[in-house]
């Protein structure tokens, strides 16, 4: 469809076409009727040079005008076909420019492959997220396939089987070594009459949506077990106390009855040990349900790792355990409450040590980062234990997922829900074998909430 | 002769001794209810009894921020007052 302004340019075009093609017509019926009159001849040559031109046509009017007509359009069609292929070029080029500025603005990535699965087009966002030139010599699929495989493999089947994919999403390990979750979908690029030509590649870095949605039902889950927890922990307590009562007592009633009996304490071990089980977890769910409010004020975050390091170090000493301490003298004041923090603090530092079964060093330090999102402060706790394997790490911070026996599954969740709850978060790297590490990232106040501090 | 309903009954500190010892009786493995009895021993000043239980507490539930920090204060009160 024309816009408007391009129907008024359009006129002005065709106006101006049959202008010119009438003024022609005219000219050359003036000219050629104009060489019939004597006077135009030249002296002594008389009408016999007509005559010799156009001996067929020179005794009939008609027939001369016909000739006149004749070359007019000739001319006319000329001229049309003159301004018809520079407009055309000029349209061509006012379409190629709207569809390049169209095609870089996409924040999505496009590019699009021939029928042998060469890149013919890639704009900047599909060059940027694929890391692969802007500008031609474009790799082909071969060479694609060495740093994308997943991808050139689909661009392969699309060729090959005419089968197109939709938002399927393909990891690509990126130069920096961040995973990316790149949302592709691949459709074919056809010609005016409906043959396929290539293919169209959209590419979409999904990477920080897909994380979301993962921290967002990762949080649902969080306030979904903080509701249930409080009445479930109320719930079970009482019985379970009945319960652990009336079992002691039972215990007492056989020990006297058939004393001897070797299976019988046993049985009642495992028992008592099930019921300090379900203790533990009705704890932990408590202190789940009961984060209580955070009151933000300002707080070094240096203190809270100071205080909870002095709590371990007789601990950490009995396990082989060692700190490697590098806080700055001046104090990171963050928004917060010193209580919360220490309790994160705790829950890393045990989880560390938990990791670590044959002793070794953790190393604790603190620095200022500034990044897009504002100025924050990183507490940094990394450990030499076993590491997260990769398919756990997406759920480490759930409630009730531990991989100890008697574990509760509860103690990096409430680290987690803490530093959420104070505008942070909590970024894991691990290497299994070697160790993990994590960062709690606070923001500064300046960061929080707009620069607006809690009273 | 009708009963204050704003009359408050308060609980010696021995009683509370007594009740929660008899709580922890009942319910040996439960952590909370350690705690509160180890709490109102550092009170009573019955330190020892005090770390033993809340070093049970924090066998427990090793993430138990309070019951740390108890502890720390409980040790550091014991030399104190032996001297």
Do not use: W
Request: charged content about 25%; overall charge neutral; aromatic content about 4%.
């Amino acid at each position: 469809m024309l816009s408007e302004t391009q129907e008024i340019r359009l006129f002005g075009l065709r106006y101006r076409t049959v202008l010119v093609s009438l003024t022609i017509v005219a000219f050359v019926i003036l000219s050629l009727m104009a060489l019939t009159l004597p006077s135009v001849l030249t002296p002594g040559q008389g009408p016999g040079a007509v005559d010799d031109l156009f001996s067929r046509f020179h005794n009939s009017g008609i027939r001369l005008f016909v000739l006149s007509v004749l070359l007019g359009v000739i001319l006319t069609a000329s001229v049309l076909t003159v301004f018809s292929y520079f407009s055309t070029r000029k349209r061509l080029a006012r379409i190629r420019t709207t569809s390049k500025a169209i095609l870089e603005s996409l924040v999505g990535g496009v590019l699009t492959v021939d029928t042998e699965g060469r890149i013919t087009i890639i704009n900047r966002a599909a060059s940027k997220i694929l890391e692969l030139p802007s500008q031609s010599p474009y790799p082909d699929l071969a060479t694609m396939a060495q740093r994308h495989p997943r991808l050139a493999e689909v661009i392969r089947q699309s060729l090959q089987f005419d089968e197109y994919v939709q938002d399927d999403d393909v990891a690509f390990v990126n130069s920096q070594g961040d995973r990316l979750i790149l949302r592709t979908t691949v459709s074919a690029q056809v010609d005016e009459s409906g043959r396929r030509v290539g293919l169209v590649v959209l590419v979409k870095d999904v990477s920080a949506i897909i994380a979301l949605e993962q921290e967002l039902r990762k949080r649902d889950r969080l306030v979904t077990a903080g509701t249930l927890a409080a009445g479930v922990a109320h719930e079970i307590r009482n019985p379970l106390s009945a319960i652990e009562l009336n079992l002691r007592l039972l215990r007492d009633e056989v020990a006297s009855s058939s004393p001897g009996h070797p299976d019988m304490d046993e049985y009642f071990e495992v028992l008592f040990a099930e019921t300090r089980r379900l203790n533990r977890i009705t704890s932990s769910f408590l202190q789940l349900s009961r984060p209580g409010p955070i009151a933000k004020v300002r707080v070094s975050v240096q203190e809270p790792v100071r205080q909870v390091l002095r709590l371990l170090e007789s601990e950490a000493m009995g396990k082989g355990v060692s700190f490697s301490v590098d806080l700055p003298n001046d104090g990171i004041e963050v928004l917060g409450d010193a209580t919360k923090l220490e309790q994160v603090c705790l829950n890393l530092l045990i989880n560390s040590m938990q990791a670590m079964p044959h002793g070794g060093i953790i190393q604790v330090s603190c620095n200022r980062t500034r990044s897009e999102a504002g100025d924050t402060v990183d507490l940094i706790i990394a450990d030499q234990g076993v590491g997260v394997p990769k398919e756990n790490m997406q759920r480490l911070f759930d409630p009730y997922f531990t991989t100890r026996p008697d574990g509760t599954g509860l103690g990096l969740a409430i680290a987690d829900r803490i530093v959420s709850d104070h505008g942070g978060t909590i970024l894991v790297e691990s290497t299994p074998g070697e160790g993990t590490t994590m960062t709690v990232r606070l923001p500064l106040p300046a960061t929080v909430d707009g620069g607006q501090e809690a009273s | 002769m009708t009963e204050n309903p704003n009359s408050v009954v308060v609980e010696t500190a021995e009683q509370r001794l007594v009740r929660l010892r008899r709580l922890v009786q009942l319910a040996p493995h439960d952590p909370e209810l350690r705690f509160q009895l180890a709490r109102q021993l550092v009170d009573s000043s019955c330190l020892d009894e005090a770390i033993d239980l809340l070093r049970s507490v924090i066998a427990m539930s090793p993430n138990h921020l309070d019951a740390r920090k108890l502890l720390e204060l409980g040790l550091r009160l014991r030399p104190a007052r032996r001297v």
